[in-house]
């Protein structure tokens, strides 16, 4: 196992580009709380977080993949129980029940959720590759994905929920979801939407509305919030305001500048260009995970990859469409980069299970 021809199919491409951003992501952080004393700790936490989600890759990345595919309804079930407790005794935090408080630290087992539903829909879609695609096969996917989704949608998190719908959504057409389901599932999205709006809690049913009407004088709150971002990230201009310079981040304008508006605090900090080679170097590790799926030398291994990249390509886009103003303000973190310690340790479990499947493919 630990001979060199066993590491020859590891992608080390893939590796340092995590590593990079994990890195830059914890120089980020430090910049982003800089003279708040009750973040000071935010950083040491992080790069904790970082060593322990890094041995996690590698356990990840050593094991052999199709060991989790018969372990998959466990995962599920386990996840079940787990994301219950958190509706009865979670820690609440701006309006959700999400979080388990461990000692010093806070579970979300939202984060964990993701990589569950990936592995649990992988097995149903390597295992049904020959049956046919017909609407039982899409309504048992679809159930599969129901029942993680209720209690995370119950916390609220609204977020995350629609994440989940988005993976099942893509490995579904990966799996060969027929052309002419494509159409009924747009228009049925639309339809649904619209009729879920009601039945949003208050704060999300505010977030839309103000992302439609926004209050131009309004001085607090998600519309002020989205506001600064966007005058942050034009204060950066080409090449930003240098390392720690950051005025609207250091004067602390910026809100939840260490999670949900990083980019905003990076983009003042080292400008478009900056922005630009971050971004791409997102890509570049969305377009590795595909390139992990085409290579895979079965339906199970390449629909974890696929749905991995799905999870990172859809957080990214959601987190930077929020700090650019195009969609409405969600609680999704820029991947590797923002603050989280679950968020992470996740994130890099799932680049561990893209290694394995690059390691454990036979040639």
């Given at each position: 196992m630990f001979k060199r021809e066993f590491w020859r199919n590891f992608d080390f491409w893939l590796f340092g580009a995590v590593i990079f951003l994990c890195i830059f992501g914890l120089i980020m952080i430090r910049s982003s709380i800089a003279g708040n004393i009750?973040?000071?700790?935010?950083?040491?936490?992080?790069?904790?977080?970082?060593?322990?989600?890094?041995?996690?890759?590698?356990v990840c990345a050593i094991i052999d993949y199709h060991y989790w595919k018969s372990l998959s309804k466990y995962f599920y079930i386990f996840t079940l129980l787990f994301l219950g407790v958190i509706l009865v005794i979670g820690k609440t935090s701006f309006g959700a029940q999400r979080w388990l408080e461990v000692g010093l630290i806070n579970i979300q087992p939202a984060e964990i959720a993701k990589i569950v539903i990936i592995l649990v829909l992988a097995n149903y879609f390597s295992s049904t590759e020959k049956k046919e695609k017909n609407i039982k096969w899409i309504l048992l996917s679809f159930l599969i994905v129901a029942g993680i989704v209720a209690p995370i949608y119950l916390q609220p998190n609204l977020s995350t929920s629609i994440m989940l719908v988005v993976i099942w959504f893509s490995m579904l057409w990966i799996s060969g979801l027929p052309p002419k389901y494509i159409v009924i599932f747009g228009v049925g999205g639309i339809i649904l939407a619209i009729a879920a709006f009601p039945f949003l809690a208050e704060y999300q049913q505010e977030r839309i509305l103000t992302f439609i009407n926004p209050d131009e004088?309004?001085?607090?709150?998600?519309?002020?919030?989205?506001?600064?971002a966007l005058i942050t990230i034009g204060n950066g201009?080409?090449?930003?305001?240098?390392?720690?310079?950051?005025?609207?981040?250091q004067l602390r304008f910026l809100k939840v500048r260490s999670t949900d508006y990083i980019f905003s605090a990076m983009a003042e900090e080292f400008g478009f260009v900056g922005t630009v080679l971050i971004v791409a170097l997102l890509i570049f590790v969305i377009l590795r995970c595909v390139r992990a799926a085409r290579v895979s030398n079965d339906m199970y291994g390449a629909m974890i990859a696929y749905g991995f990249a799905t999870l990172i390509a859809f957080q990214t886009m959601v987190n930077i469409g929020v700090n650019l103003k195009v969609i409405p303000v969600t609680g999704q973190t820029l991947p590797f980069i923002s603050y989280g310690g679950s968020s992470l340790v996740s994130l890099l479990l799932g680049i561990g299970l893209i290694e394995s499947v690059l390691l454990h493919r036979k040639l």
């Open positions: 009750e973040l000071a700790g935010y950083v040491k936490r992080q790069a904790i977080f970082l060593a322990g989600g890094m041995g996690v890759l590698s004088g309004a001085r607090h709150g998600n519309t002020y919030n989205v506001e600064q201009g080409l090449l930003g305001k240098g390392y720690g310079h950051g005025t609207q981040v």
